[in-house]
């Protein structure tokens, strides 16, 4: 992309806040636009340990539930508002109920069965079916094509708990595909599939312009962005993940 990084930008990236400069339309490039959502995932990783430590099992439980409606009611607030789409898809407060089903999972699903593969694994489908079907009939989705009527920033809050309930689903099953190793491998280097993945998609379209190279785009794009994830997990988070486990209280896995 040709727009440059102000120096409030650089800011955002910086201290993961870029996400609030996007929720009031500031546009940034985009090669880099995908990491607005990593703020969100940073601020909420820098606040919800201080919640653990000054908290029983309960009160978690009832924060993760207030999280739940405020960020319903958030949503709630901006419906109809000047340019409310952008705000309703990048302010940090109109995800709180993604992490709080994810909170509410790890604390009263953890290391609970489920029946059988079949049965986690019909679940899983039913699952996917419910966050499309949600998606067609009210369409929450990105600032350029999202409703904002009620109905809209409501389903959302249906389909962060089916969301939650898929990566519950995931990590009971100890066999299958999920467990195989090509797919704990595109795993491990999921981060940086979704961070190069626009950067390489925006170099090949200006490399390999129209509509008839769609095909050689897509096949170098998916190989380009599997590659530099690789590395970058290889030679950048594999070496933080290692340091990272010196000041670590709890282990969260292996690779």
Not at 218 to 240: M, N, Q
């Amino acid at each position: 992309s040709s727009i440059p990084l102000t120096r409030a930008e650089l800011v955002g990236f910086a201290t993961f806040t870029v996400n609030f400069l996007k929720s009031n339309l500031v546009v940034v490039p985009r090669t880099i636009s995908p990491l607005w959502s990593v703020s969100i995932e940073e601020q909420f990783y820098a606040c919800w340990p201080w919640v653990i430590r000054f908290t029983n099992r309960r009160a978690l439980a009832a924060v993760a539930l207030s999280m739940i409606v405020i960020g319903w009611l958030f949503r709630m607030s901006l419906v109809g508002a000047p340019d409310n789409m952008n705000r309703i898809w990048y302010h940090s407060l109109t995800h709180l109920d993604c992490f709080a089903f994810g909170c509410l999972a790890a604390l009263f699903l953890r290391g609970r069965e489920l029946g059988s593969a079949w049965m986690k694994g019909g679940m899983m489908l039913a699952a996917f079916g419910g966050i499309f079907l949600l998606e067609r009939l009210f369409q929450f989705k990105a600032p350029d094509g999202g409703h904002d009527d009620v109905a809209g920033v409501t389903s959302y809050v249906f389909i962060a708990a089916l969301c939650a309930l898929i990566v519950w689903l995931a990590s009971t099953m100890k066999q299958g595909l999920l467990t195989g190793r090509a797919m704990v491998g595109i795993g491990a280097i999921s981060y940086g599939l979704y961070g190069f993945h626009r950067l390489v998609l925006t170099i090949l379209e200006h490399e390999l312009p129209g509509s008839a190279n769609w095909p050689w785009r897509a096949g170098l794009t998916i190989l380009v962005t599997f590659t530099l994830a690789v590395l970058s997990f290889r030679f950048y988070e594999k070496p933080l993940l290692r340091l990272r486990r010196r000041f670590q209280a709890i282990s969260s896995g292996r690779f």
